[in-house]
């Protein structure tokens, strides 16, 4: 089921499979919250008035988590054990993290009147998940 580990392949920074392995544990901690909380974390932390549509809701938050748990165990990983793909990785996570803040501050909440944490956390990664994929892509001597 797992190939050998890439490790000895891998010419990055250190520092960025690392960080790659702390947004791992980022995606599968929220994955939990959102898959196993009765109310997946919707009202009791991100504050939301789930109104009339609160099992919908309920359930996309689910399906969300549902996702998110399997990328994080991915994520661990590839910052584990199969370090030349920390760079894809990280490029992916810059991806989901910028089109994430773009929706949530933009094009689909701009005018929302409340944010969840998660709409702030992204902004905030999104230049530091640059950063560490820019290290992993330069060579170490």
Not at 91 to 102: D, H, N, S, V
């Given at each position: 089921m797992f190939p050998e580990s890439t490790n000895d392949q891998y010419r990055g920074a250190v520092a960025s499979a690392w960080f790659l392995g702390l947004l791992a544990i980022g995606s599968i901690i929220p994955g939990c919250i959102h898959y196993f909380l009765p109310d997946g974390g919707a009202e009791a932390i991100a504050g939301l008035d789930l109104g009339a549509e609160r099992s919908l809701v309920?359930?996309?938050?689910?399906?969300?988590?549902?996702?998110?748990?399997?990328?994080?165990?991915?994520?661990?990983?590839?910052?584990?054990?199969?370090?030349?793909?920390?760079?894809?990785?990280?490029?992916?996570?810059?991806?989901?993290?910028?089109?994430?803040?773009?929706?949530?501050?933009?094009?689909?909440?701009?005018?929302?009147?409340?944010?969840?944490?998660?709409?702030?956390?992204?902004?905030?990664?999104?230049?530091?998940?640059?950063?560490?994929?820019?290290?992993?892509?330069?060579?170490?001597?």
């Open positions: 309920i359930g996309v938050f689910a399906w969300m988590g549902a996702t998110q748990i399997p990328y994080g165990l991915a994520q661990l990983a590839v910052a584990t054990r199969y370090r030349s793909l920390v760079p894809l990785f990280l490029a992916l996570a810059l991806i989901e993290r910028a089109l994430a803040a773009i929706a949530g501050w933009i094009t689909k909440g701009a005018d929302a009147p409340h944010h969840p944490p998660e709409h702030y956390v992204v902004v905030a990664l999104v230049p530091v998940i640059l950063t560490f994929l820019t290290l992993s892509l330069m060579r170490r001597t």
